[in-house]
């Protein structure tokens, strides 16, 4: 496994429309691997595939509950329901915090990465970050819809 670099703001890509995956393969195991790998060490909820500059329907997410991490291939998210104020933050922006709405509760169905067709109901936390990583997907970011005032720059840390 190794670490990829993360597509930072301004990288024309992050507004690029990925592709299904047709055939997943080897070299999409490896992506997805890589993408956990890279999500953890920047202490990521989500990572798309297009911002590791692969633009592949591929998404990971990770809240850091008992379930580890999960991976959705070609998600589509098929119902949501209601609606909440959350803040929001994405590794192509690490110093960027805004406020957004975002569907309370989303229903996705996707490909695990065994190719096995899997729906998933989620809700709060696991819900944004479904709509956040598939937003990636079709080339949209956070800072395009975030509610008007609530842009927060937060200086880096020290670099770890
Ligand atoms: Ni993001």
Do not use: W
Not at 97 to 107: D, L, S, Y
Not at 136 to 149: A, M, Q, R, S, T
């Amino acid at each position: 496994m190794a670490i990829r670099i993360i597509r930072q703001e301004g990288d024309e890509i992050l507004k690029k429309k990925s592709r299904e995956v047709d055939v997943i393969d080897e070299k999409i195991q490896v992506l997805i691997d890589d993408m956990i790998e890279t999500m953890h060490k920047y202490n990521g909820v989500g990572l798309a595939a297009v911002q590791v500059g692969i633009l592949k329907r591929v998404i990971v997410i990770d809240i850091y509950d008992d379930n580890g991490p999960i991976v959705l291939i070609n998600p589509v998210i098929t119902k949501t329901k209601g609606e909440q104020e959350v803040d929001e933050g994405c590794l192509s922006f690490p110093n960027k915090f805004a406020k957004v709405i975002r569907p309370k509760e989303v229903t996705a169905e996707y490909l695990d990465r065994n190719g096995k067709s899997k729906k998933i109901k989620a809700k709060d936390l696991l819900a944004q970050a479904i709509c956040h990583e598939v937003d990636h997907l079709n080339g949209e970011v956070f800072v395009d819809k975030i509610i008007p005032g609530t842009l927060e720059y937060i200086e880096p840390e020290n670099n770890k």
